[in-house]
């Protein structure tokens, strides 16, 4: 009897070649899935082994050349011939039971030596064990920091897509869950949200000093605020900016002063802050306009804080704009925070399509939030928000331009 395995990726492909190398008699004995041997194996998709068998012609070519009388040789050849057959058809088809009993068989190859023994088999066991833990592991590193859709519900796809730091999603997700009520989801959100964001409706008055980044909009912001106490509130209000080095700052103020006709003095060093706020004890209101610093650099902000505490006030608020990336976020805040500001003014709302970072700002920052400016009209683009109106910019139900 000849038995024969072929390895195939179809049983169309095995019947073909089992018909041609074995004839049409041939019958199969077994099938069963199989992987490669190796690493690449392991990941790629699995084959068919097919195990087929026929009777050997030159059994049958020396069976029929027997002498016709001597019947008992001839019965005895032939029951030796099927027994044979049967036995290899035996054998055969305990081999592929064993290996279908087994979880994996892999075959460990060398240059010199192929053979199979209990030893390679707990080895190549071991071996299917790492890669398995190998192939979990890199799925998990794919993952890590990526915002996957099939990884996400629809509370987190909803602050994700606008722009809410990572750290915040993870938290909100965290009370989502702890939270025990009744209430949908969403509903649960808007309740979470409405909780991490505080709003003060500070009043307006004495010397009030805005400190932030260059270019968050710290004097188109002054200039609003001046026109929104001036004009629409009839307050007494002065000017003063400290910012003599970026080029055009001075003339931007002066400009505004001008149109409003309100006093304007430029501070170049201490004594003339004191001579400033002095000429200004009649005003109710004195806004101080001061250089953008860069949080990174504490010489700067060293410098910047002794003109802040020369004012001499409570009232700092610190311009963010709406458009810093999250990550800049959090070095901003920290870098001013020896400044002591007690609110903040987000600006530039007008210059986004997401609104998450109000969100960012306020949970770093934990300070409230006094305003924010939606575009460069002065003085009307500069609002107060309450906390639900923030709520729905930064779910994206609301837009605010």
Not at 93 to 110: D, G, H, L, P, Y
Not at 198 to 220: C, N, S
Not at 354 to 377: M, R
Request: include cysteine.
């Amino acid at each position: 009897m000849i038995i024969k395995r072929y390895i195939v990726n179809t049983m169309n492909e095995a019947m073909t070649r089992i018909r041609y190398e074995l004839g049409r008699d041939a019958v199969i004995i077994s099938q069963r899935k199989i992987r490669k041997p190796g690493i690449k194996g392991f990941f790629s998709a699995k084959s068919i082994e097919v195990t087929a068998a026929v009777e050997n012609e030159v059994n049958e070519k020396k069976q029929n050349t027997v002498n016709d009388n001597s019947d008992s040789r001839k019965s005895n050849e032939l029951n030796n011939i099927e027994l044979n057959s049967i036995e290899a058809i035996k054998k055969v088809v305990q081999q592929e039971n064993e290996n279908i009993n087994n979880s994996r068989v892999v075959q460990k190859q060398n240059s010199s030596v192929h053979k199979v023994s209990n030893q390679s088999d707990n080895n190549s066991e071991n071996l299917m064990s790492e890669m398995m833990e190998m192939k979990t592991m890199i799925t998990s590193l794919s993952q890590v920091g990526m915002p996957m859709e099939n990884k996400k519900n629809e509370i987190e796809k909803i602050l994700f897509d606008n722009d809410v730091d990572s750290e915040n999603i993870e938290n909100i997700m965290v009370k989502i869950e702890n939270d025990k009520t009744e209430k949908t989801d969403f509903e649960k959100l808007k309740i979470i949200l409405k909780e991490m964001i505080h709003v003060t409706k500070q009043k307006l008055e004495g010397r009030i000093v805005l400190v932030g980044p260059t270019g968050v909009g710290k004097t188109t912001t002054i200039a609003k605020l001046a026109g929104r106490l001036a004009l629409a509130e009839g307050k007494k209000v002065g000017l003063i900016t400290v910012d003599t080095y970026r080029i055009g700052a001075v003339e931007q103020l002066k400009t505004y002063a001008d149109i409003m006709n309100l006093p304007f003095k430029v501070v170049y060093n201490m004594n003339d802050m004191d001579k400033a706020i002095e000429s200004m004890s009649e005003c109710e209101v004195v806004l101080i306009d001061t250089t953008g610093r860069s949080s990174k650099n504490k010489m700067q902000i060293a410098e910047l804080r002794t003109f802040v505490e020369k004012a001499d006030t409570k009232n700092i608020q610190l311009v963010l704009s709406s458009t810093t990336k999250n990550r800049d976020i959090k070095y901003i805040i920290e870098g001013y925070r020896i400044l002591n500001y007690n609110s903040i003014i987000v600006t530039k709302l007008d210059e986004t399509a997401t609104y998450g970072s109000i969100l960012n700002i306020l949970e770093t920052a934990k300070i409230p939030l006094s305003f924010v400016s939606i575009g460069q009209n002065v003085p009307d683009d500069i609002k107060e928000l309450s906390a639900d109106s923030i709520v729905s910019l930064i779910l994206g139900e609301d837009t605010i331009c």
